[in-house]
């Protein structure tokens, strides 16, 4: 049986009865852009140029491959790659009938483009490219159809994603053509249907359309990881349901639009793998999120779900009878920041809580307080990724997201920081478009909230200039420089501009400042530019004084008055430790595997209570606790949780060493002295243990 066959043929072949293409639905909407479709007339009319007169005796000229599924017999062909050829040389030849005035040459360029039906054969017209369902009565309407182009260059309605690129590639080709004489347009389209080569590569076998579909991607063809993966799963799903999922798919795609799309698969990994990514997008979907073993509850309970809290959280539309408003106000400024990483975090709540309005809006002011306060600590990507990971850990084990050892909580030296950064020279320390952000939260709040910001351009400035002239009155204000220095950058001395700055305006005289350059058409712009109207001087007093009131006002807002310095937190610990010396209970948390484990320090043992979790499987080197750990799960003391994800201690397990207790737990030798720690702190039972006296009873002294 003939499995797979190859060959060269002319457009006048592929634009025949010999071919009907359809596009499937698991292929992704039509994406090519103005800058492909312009590069595609561009080529041709370069190569027709250097043509001979006989069109006959030029050389082919070859538009690639296209994969269909198609059997010897039949023309029916499933386009597997090469959509986006077929579907612009389509409209390309839409357009030259557009703009050719001889009718029998527009019924000849009609006849590629589809076969008419016939009243008195009884037949149906047949189109030579039927596009996927939800653009294929437009396509047909505004590109096959003889007097389609001219609407759809007309046309001024919003369209969908795909269907805009064609009109957009529909109006590139009209400019084009429309520069080229008559003849010219003959000699085009014939060299595009009698010179005009494709390979087609054909597989009679349906099925295999999602296995090529895959390969294709290896071998470097255009297409991107949502494509695969819709590929796969939805490969996956019994025939008779493709379709209908398909349309699920395709929908969420639409409504997001393909950027935003592909961004959200990125967002759910990050919700499973709860850890920096090392390797590919797909590579790491395939392996922490395995949509493939389920792909309808994948469909049903994962994408649609986070592709519905996605949309209001990028786009901060949260709806809801209570607290709406206040819940998107916090989403805007999210938005606002320059790092993403509270957006998974952010969608396992909402898929979860979004019929809880008042949990929905705890949520997001506690979310806007610890992002704001990474951004104005510099927080890495990797405590970034580490932090929301073990958030998105504790949303799904359903955690108390209000306890102060919740991750979505400000510790006292993570608030005494963010102070910290505030009350510093903000200017020197921080981005440009970090300090804009930082001070867009700080006018709206001093503006009760009544501010909006749709300025283009939003930029910080000093008011005392860096480098005041010689003799200005700047000087006679603050003559001393160690003053100036330790005043210029902080916020009392910063305001926002909604314009570029200018290096010139900057050392203007106050007055002139005032009403020439933080004005812009007498207006001023932001709350805190409008407050220094009000000054006729600018005295190191007055920055103080100004300095203090906007640190209050983010102190007040952002929580911080609970902050501790670390000297502040010594003290407190040992305090703790004074408390904690008999019969203390310690906790051993995973973010990375989802792991929760408790543990009494008895003096003679170190005790795993009962409902603690461990890790499935040994994963460390071998080791004297893996027999250990075997031993447990023999007798029943360990046992598989009921959805297979982890271990349970079914009860109370006395190990003699700290260590011993957490590599059972971990499934790896691992120092219990510094993973252990004192419940409700973060002081570790090393720490504990050395606070101790030096003759009281503790299982961890045998490790030292």
Request: charged residues 20%; contains cysteine; aromatic residues 8%.
């Amino acid at each position: 049986m003939q499995t797979l066959t190859a060959k060269e043929q002319p457009l006048s072949n592929i634009f025949s009865d010999e071919y009907v293409f359809t596009i499937p639905g698991y292929q992704r909407p039509y994406a090519w852009g103005t800058e492909q479709a312009q590069e595609l007339l561009d080529d041709l009319l370069g190569a027709l140029a250097s043509a001979p007169a006989q069109l006959t005796e030029a050389a082919p000229y070859f538009l690639g491959s296209i994969v269909l599924i198609k059997s010897v017999a039949v023309s029916d062909a499933t386009v597997v790659d090469g959509q986006q050829r077929l579907t612009t040389l389509t409209l390309l030849l839409s357009a030259i009938r557009a703009a050719v005035t001889d009718p029998s040459m527009q019924a000849d360029i009609t006849s590629c483009i589809y076969e008419k039906g016939s009243l008195v054969k009884g037949t149906q017209a047949r189109y030579r490219l039927s596009l996927r369902e939800r653009d294929r009565e437009f396509f047909r309407q505004f590109v096959q159809h003889e007097d389609g182009f001219t609407k759809l260059t007309a046309l001024t309605r919003s369209l969908p994603d795909a269907q805009g690129r064609i009109r957009a590639n529909a109006l590139a080709f009209q400019e084009r053509l429309g520069t080229l004489p008559q003849t010219e347009l003959l000699r085009l389209v014939q060299f595009v249907i009698t010179r005009c080569y494709l390979v087609t590569v054909a597989t009679p076998d349906l099925d295999s359309a999602y296995r090529i579909f895959g390969v294709l991607n290896s071998r470097g063809l255009d297409l991107s990881a949502t494509d695969i993966l819709k590929a796969e799963i939805i490969g996956n799903i019994a025939p008779e349901l493709r379709d209908a999922y398909t349309k699920k798919w395709e929908d969420a795609e639409e409504d997001l639009g393909r950027e935003a799309f592909g961004e959200l698969f990125s967002h759910i990994r990050m919700v499973y793998r709860k850890a920096k990514p090392k390797g590919s997008l797909l590579k790491e979907f395939k392996e922490h999120v395995t949509p493939s073993a389920k792909p309808q509850a994948f469909v049903d309970r994962t994408l649609i779900p986070m592709a519905e809290a996605f949309s209001a959280i990028t786009g901060a539309d949260y709806a809801s009878q209570k607290h709406a408003e206040a819940v998107n106000e916090q989403l805007r400024w999210l938005n606002r920041l320059e790092f993403k990483d509270w957006v998974p975090p952010a969608l396992a709540f909402v898929v979860r809580q979004n019929q809880h309005p008042e949990a929905m809006l705890s949520f997001f002011l506690g979310m806007e307080r610890l992002a704001y306060s990474m951004l104005a600590r510099k927080s890495g990507v990797n405590d970034r990724l580490e932090r929301f990971s073990a958030l998105t850990a504790a949303i799904e084990k359903g955690q108390d997201l209000a306890a102060p050892t919740s991750p979505l909580q400000l510790t006292p030296l993570e608030q005494h920081e963010t102070f910290t950064a505030l009350n510093g020279p903000l200017y020197e320390t921080h981005s440009s478009r970090a300090i804009a952000t930082l001070m867009q939260r700080l006018d709206h709040l001093m503006a009760d909230g009544s501010a909006s910001y749709q300025h283009d351009i939003v930029s910080v400035e000093h008011i005392m200039p860096q480098q005041p002239a010689p003799n200005s009155q700047w000087l006679s204000w603050v003559p001393d420089p160690q003053t100036h220095q330790r005043w210029l950058h902080r916020l009392g001395n910063l305001t926002l501009l909604s314009r570029k700055k200018n290096s010139a305006a900057s050392n203007y005289e106050f007055e002139k400042k005032k009403s020439a350059y933080f004005t812009k058409g007498g207006i001023c712009a932001f709350a805190m530019t409008t407050e220094i109207m009000q000054y006729s001087e600018w005295s190191e007093e007055i920055m103080a004084q100004r300095h203090t009131r906007m640190l209050q006002t983010l102190e007040a807002h952002w929580q911080l008055q609970d902050r501790m310095s670390r000297a502040d937190l010594a003290e407190t610990l040992l305090l703790e430790l004074e408390q904690a010396r008999d019969d203390p209970l310690f906790e051993l948390e995973s973010a990375k595997h989802g792991l929760n484990a408790t543990a009494r320090e008895t003096g003679s043992a170190f005790m795993v209570m009962a409902g603690s979790q461990a890790k499935l499987h040994w994963n460390g080197q071998p080791h004297g606790y893996q027999q250990l750990r075997d031993d447990l799960l023999a007798t029943g003391a360990l046992s598989p949780s009921n959805d297979g994800t982890h271990l349970i201690f079914a009860s109370d397990v006395e190990f003699n060493s700290p260590s011993a207790a957490s590599a059972t737990v971990l499934g790896r030798p691992d120092n219990g002295r510094t993973s252990w720690r004192l419940a409700g702190t973060s002081i570790t039972y090393a720490a504990w243990q050395n606070n101790l006296p030096e003759g009281q009873l503790a299982s961890g002294r045998i490790e030292r």
